[in-house]
């Protein structure tokens, strides 16, 4: 450990326990690095050493660390007003956000609901879900439909509805029962089918289901395209195309988690985009400050809302809170984002750059070990597989990921795979030569994970 670095190290293990973490290993050879500073598509350390953030801090960051443009929006801000309760008050900054986003949103997306990260949003929305049936008098419609390998979120809630073993199986107990349904998940497709065939395919688990279903549910809870945390796997929008149509026919509702993918991830502003649909509900967080400060929105319609809407001796309004909804500040910051896109035609630069990463990961298709190299948008991830041939899989103990991980930090750029997957989703400052470098050092990282 470098002298600069170590003291924070030391404080930061003496009171701090970190997400998704096994504190454990930062008591031995992984280390944590301490950021005094960002800039861009970098951060960098108490040493000086510098790191590309491939990932976008988690996928938060948009347009770069310390970007001028939204830390002056956020200082002016500051100068009036950095919070206010918003039961019975509200603000400039939230409102003209909501003009804005229901703006972009998909029409008929007309009413924004308040938290303040991504789990809190799900829970908005599978409550305003299950409450809305009870305010219309269909009370045995309760459970939710959701699809294998999807994640939401790690509230309780959030994490019902979600279905990724690693996180959800010890709280099992707690949880409400859903109904889990095949994914879409192209890696899984036969030789020589498309992705819209087999997303077409597979949606008659979906239809079962709601038929099966449909009286006792209340909404089906997908994130459009991607499923992020569950390995970066990747579908095709007719999906989704399918999935609202058989939405209307059964009278469930439809919640897209666009919290990892919407803000141009994919390619479009919105993931819906792409099929065409607007979701009963959308939910938004992450890029929505551009990584700034915690905040999330869930987007919903008129016929929604005008469900709660009575006299208050009706107690059939919606009852949910967080202390700082709507908080001025983080409203500032998704303001100051959403000029960025305004101003600098943030999609069609994408587009070029998109282009630019997705040559320079295929490059790696031919190595043995990568399974798969798929993209969607500003998002490219690298299957890895203990043979390619029949895409088994590397055990999850041996931490191949690990390998590449570390490798990645010592040569300056931040990469975390999830599982066997290696994926890049950078900040959209990026530039086609520091694309060319988070791709060759995982490249590098590769080989050393998989030489045996």
Known sequence: MSSANAPYVKRDLAHVWHPCTQMKDHEGELPLIPIRRGAGAWLEDFEGKRYLDAVSSWWVNLFGHANPKINAAVRAQLESLEQVILAGFTHEPVIALSEELTALAPPGLTRCFYADN??????????????????????????????????????????????????????????????????????????GVSWEAHSRAQFAHMEAALAAHAHESCAVIVEPLVQCAGGMRMYDPVYLTLLRAACDRHQVHLI???????????????????????????????????????LSAVLTTDEIYAAFYDEYVKLNAFLHSHSFTGNPLACAAARACLALFREEDVLEKNRALAAHLGARARELEDHPHVAEVRQRGMIVALELAQDKATRTPYPWQERRGLTIYRHALARGVLLRPVGNVVYFMPPYVVTPAEIDLMVEVAREGIERATCD
């Not at 509230?155 to 107990?173: C, D, F, H, S």
């Open 256 to 294: 897209a988690d666009e919290i990892a993918v919407g803000f141009g991830r994919t390619g479009t502003f919105f993931a819906c985009e792409q099929a065409g649909i607007r979701p009963d509900f959308m939910c938004l967080s992450k890029g929505l400050t551009a990584g700034y400060l915690p």
């Open 118 to 191: 991504g789990s809190s949003a799900v829970e908005v929305a599978v409550k305003m879900s299950f409450h809305y049936w009870r305010n219309v008098g269909r009370t045995p419609k309760r459970r939710f439909i959701t699809l294998a390998n999807s994640y939401h979120g790690e509230t309780l809630g959030a994490l019902a509805v979600g279905n990724v073993e690693l996180y959800k199986e010890i709280y099992r107990p707690l949880l409400m029962d859903v109904i889990t349904v095949p994914s879409p998940d192209c890696y899984q497709r036969a030789p």
